[in-house]
Structures are given as C-alpha cells and as structure tokens.
C-alpha cells in the first residue's frame, strides 16, 4: 500500500464543512477509513471586537479549501473528487500534488509531536468532559494520528461507538 499525504482540495465557498462531513460519510460507508485517514478544515482562533465586547472566534485559515490525509489511487480521487461542493483537488490539471512536509510546516499545519499514551484496545476508561463527562467505555479502537480512541458507550440501552480525544480520558 502506499503512503498516505496531505492533499488539498478546492470547494465552493462555504461548503467546507458539508464538503468534510459527506466525504467522511462515504469513507465510512465505503470502508476507505485506512485509505482516507482525515479530512481537516484549519482553523485559527482571532478575538473580534463587537459591540465593545471581545469575543473569541475560529476562522477557516483558508475559506473555500479542504485537506485530506489520503493515499492517493482511483477509489480515493473518485469519491474526493466527485463529492458534492467539491470543484477539484489542487494541481495541475487533474494530477492532484500534495503538500510536502516543508509546506506543512509553514503553514503551522505538521504535527510533529506524536503523543506516547499507554492505552489498549479492550481497556476501560471514563470521559472526563464534554457530553459524555463521566461516562465509560471500553476502547475499541485507537487512532493515533487524531490523537483520539474510539470506544462504545451505553446509549439508551445500545452500544454506540464514540471517537474522544486522548485529553479527554482517563483509565479505570
């Protein structure tokens, strides 16, 4: 298999966000999770000045445009490329390039940290806040580029699975 990259790809103007959650509803419905690993819409955080009042705000760093950490072969393009609100990936003609790991860099984007955590699969842990502050689960899954575990919850009777931040756990 090859190795996955950054790629960026251009959508209508204030689509990002249904750009990012359709793809990602076909990665799960396609079963591409190991092909397309994540799609990323860079936020900064900027203080607006309204009505006297300071407020803190995320903005889209770059409107119109989301990146996708994917390998890169037929399936994957088709499903990015035809993806509604999508007008294409970034590149001459169709050939889309991605981001080298100086390009990251600059833009504040490259993760180069990775986070060491002793954590299983199997594991029991409990969320220490959000919605499901408190609540535990047993890990099914870990995702260590999103920095994140995935573990099943008792929601009205029934297992459903939940993707958390490492920050936001806790073993038992």
């Given at each position: 298999m090859s190795e996955a990259n950054w790629y960026v790809v251009h959508t209508y103007s204030g689509y990002e966000n249904k750009v990012k959650a359709n793809i990602e509803k076909t990665v799960e419905n396609r079963n591409l999770q190991d092909q397309i690993l994540e799609v990323s819409i860079p936020l900064q955080n900027v203080v607006e000045m309204k009505n006297g009042v300071k407020k803190q705000v995320a903005k889209?760093?770059?409107p119109a445009y989301v990146l996708i950490n994917m390998v890169m072969n037929d399936d994957t393009?088709?499903?990015?490329r035809n993806t509604r609100g999508v007008t294409g990936f970034v590149g001459p003609g169709s050939k889309p390039v991605p981001l080298t790991e100086e390009e990251m860099k600059s833009m504040g984007l490259a993760d180069l940290q990775s986070v060491q955590v002793d954590l299983e699969v199997g594991e029991t842990?409990?969320?220490?806040?959000g919605?499901?502050?408190?609540?535990a689960g047993v890990?099914?899954?870990i995702n260590h580029h999103k920095q994140s575990v995935t573990i099943n919850v008792d929601l009205f009777g029934r297992e459903t699975p939940v993707e958390i931040s490492f920050a936001d756990i806790k073993k038992l």
């Open positions: 889209k760093m770059f393009w088709y499903v990015v842990v409990v969320i220490t806040s919605v499901w502050k408190d609540t890990i099914k899954q």
